[in-house]
């Protein structure tokens, strides 16, 4: 789930101007250029604590090793002043989430921060380690996301360091299976809809995406769910096939499904892949969900096909109507056949882009301009896979406010160091404006 697409072109990188942001003394609000200086002089410390992360192996199945991470990362926000609960999650299978919470003055905006402290890196991994070139550190994770839970703690410490948490209502949430969810994924993120329900706006620290070398902002997700058609039909002998007394029997009627959905159903923002397919006399999904037996002979008409896809959208009204299109397509069988389509409830909801995102961004592009970086677009939302804040969706919410990096879920992932800083100064600076914005909810 995933940060898919990083887009980070290492070439531009070289072109791209540096982020080089003006000295704190250029800031006019004090606590603000507190937070800034306290970000630059506790660097080297934001850099080892990420290396001690990195260096522990939490793949989401080593659970261990994600409790472990967690553990390393309880006295950071105790010593801050949160009370931090570690909520086991053996139920699902699953080690467990971490989450932190501070109570401010109750006025304020009470602000959600997401992060996970799984990888898909499991002990069996060939990847493992920690290496650092200049500002370039590669490590399981570094980008998807040690580094982003290194900006939440770096961020908060600024405020610490400034005064402005004392007031602020935060809540941490940091899940231990982003890469893997438990299921059911109802029960596996129980806590983190809820302490949505109890904020106002949510700050999502996955990687940062960029275009072009330039950071862009991201204020939408796509939703990650699945389908599987079952379709059946009468069987015989080939020489009849496609004769009014036989029919074309269940391969032709799933093939007659799956074009349709090719050809028909393209709109923007909407993908919806066929990941796997089988036909036959007989044919059926084996219980992993990872593809399945099929038999059947060239002269004997298919009885039974069956096909597994994704469906990513972009708002839950892009989902009802797709599905509602899908449904009407399997519908239109072909004589002496019958099909029929299931969509999995278990999947990830889309966090659209909504004007309360929007207005969000525009708040951390006030922040940039105080700190003398530039505008943040927003990014193409098709370029990021789902993520946890969309199960928070029903608050305004942004993501992305991690690292940027290179290479996620794959041996060699990198993250850019330099924007560990720029990154936490721009949460310690909106988190703080935002904690003195009125409550939106009593
Ligand atoms: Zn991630």
């Given at each position: ?35 800034v ?83 898909v ?16 550190v ?40 982003e ?11 129980e ?84 990941g796997v ?51 009407a ?7 002496k ?24 961004l ?39 406010m ?38 939106a909810?009593?």
């Amino acid at each position: 789930m995933r940060l898919s697409a990083v887009v980070a072109l290492a070439v531009l990188a070289v072109a791209t101007p540096s982020f080089a942001a003006p000295k704190a003394a250029a800031i006019s609000d004090a606590a603000e250029r507190k937070m800034v200086a306290t970000i630059d002089a506790e660097r080297e410390r934001n850099v080892q604590l990420l290396e001690a992360l990195v260096r522990v192996n939490s793949g989401t199945m080593n659970l261990a090793g994600v409790e472990r991470v967690g553990q390393m990362l309880r006295p950071e926000f105790e010593q801050l002043g949160f009370q931090v609960r570690w909520i086991p999650m053996a139920k699902v299978g699953r080690a467990g989430h971490l989450i932190a919470t501070h109570k401010g003055d109750g006025k304020g905006k009470r602000i959600l921060l997401i992060g996970h402290l799984d990888t898909v890196f499991e002990p069996d991994s060939p990847f493992q380690g920690w290496t650092r070139k200049g500002d370039i550190v590669e490590g399981p994770g570094v980008g998807d996301m040690k580094g982003g839970d290194v900006v939440i703690v770096s961020a908060l410490r600024a405020m610490h360091a400034a005064g402005t948490l004392k007031r602020a209502d935060i809540t941490v949430v940091l899940t231990g299976d982003e890469e893997k969810p438990g299921e059911p994924l109802a029960v596996a993120r129980e806590d983190l809809i809820a302490a949505g329900r109890a904020s106002d706006v949510a700050l999502d620290f996955e990687g940062l995406s960029q275009a072009g070398g330039k950071d862009v902002g991201s204020i939408a997700r796509r939703s990650s769910t699945s389908w599987t058609i079952r379709a059946r039909a009468k069987s015989g002998h080939s020489s009849g096939v496609c004769k009014p007394n036989a029919g074309c029997g269940a391969i032709y009627e799933l093939a007659r499904i799956v074009d349709a959905f090719r050809r028909e159903l393209p709109e923007p923002n909407l993908t919806y892949n066929v990941g796997v397919i089988l036909g036959g006399t007989e044919a059926g999904l084996n219980a992993e969900d990872t593809g399945g037996q099929a038999s059947g002979k060239p002269n004997v008409i298919a009885g039974e096909a069956v096909a597994r896809g994704d469906i990513r959208t972009l708002s839950p009204e892009q989902e009802a109507r797709v599905r509602a299109r899908m449904q009407a397509i399997v519908a239109a069988h072909l004589d002496k056949a019958e099909a029929e389509i299931e969509f999995s409830d278990d999947g990830y909801p889309p966090m659209a882009p909504t004007a309360g995102n929007r207005a969000l961004l525009a708040k951390l592009n006030a922040v940039n301009a105080t700190l003398g970086l530039p505008e943040m677009p927003a990014g193409d939302p098709a370029n990021r896979g789902a993520g946890d804040i969309s199960f928070v969706a029903f608050i305004d919410g942004l993501v992305g406010m991690g690292m940027a990096g290179e290479g996620s879920h794959a041996p060699g992932e990198t993250a850019d160091l330099t924007s560990l800083d720029r990154q936490a100064k721009r949460a310690a600076l909106l988190i703080t404006r935002l904690s003195r914005e009125p409550r939106a909810k009593p």
